[in-house]
Nanobody, 126 residues
Framework: QVQLVESGGRLVQAGDSLRLSCAAS????????MGWFRQAPGKGRDFVAG????????DYADSVNGRFTISTDNAKNTVYLQMNNLKPDDTAVYSC???????????????????WGQGTQVTVSS
């Protein structure tokens, strides 16, 4: 069992930067592929960024590619989402997710993930 707790969400202005954290507890981080998803009001949950279990591969949604960076700190059992040049369209609840896997791949579908955090609100004002 893995428990995920996100933090770092807040109200910012367009153009600002923000770093989200997702701390995992319960068992070792290793062996898990991680992902960040977001859900805006009235919309579905969308893939934002993913990182493979080894941390060697990352992937991003087209809408955030070049602005967001996903990374992990295995010593701290934490995955981060660095968000730069934020836009009002980035406003959403951001959730991290984890899946235990033997494969070095990135999972982009919400249904692929086993464990989820409660989410953290990011609001970007224009």
């Amino acid at each position: 069992q893995v428990q995920l707790v996100e933090s770092g969400g807040r109200l910012v202005q367009a153009g600002d930067s923000l770093r989200l954290s997702c701390a995992a507890s319960g068992r070792s981080f290793s062996g898990y592929a991680m992902g960040w998803f977001r859900q805006a009001p009235g919309k579905g949950r969308d893939f934002v960024a993913g990182i493979s279990r080894s941390g060697s591969s990352t992937d991003y949604a087209d809408s955030v590619n070049g602005r967001f960076t996903i990374s992990t700190d295995n010593a701290k059992n934490t995955v981060y989402l660095q968000m730069n040049n934020l836009k009002p369209d980035d406003t959403a609840v951001y959730s991290c997710a984890a899946v235990l896997t033997a494969f070095t791949r990135i999972y982009k579908k919400a249904g692929d993930y086993r464990y989820w955090g409660q989410g953290t609100q990011v609001t970007v004002s224009s």
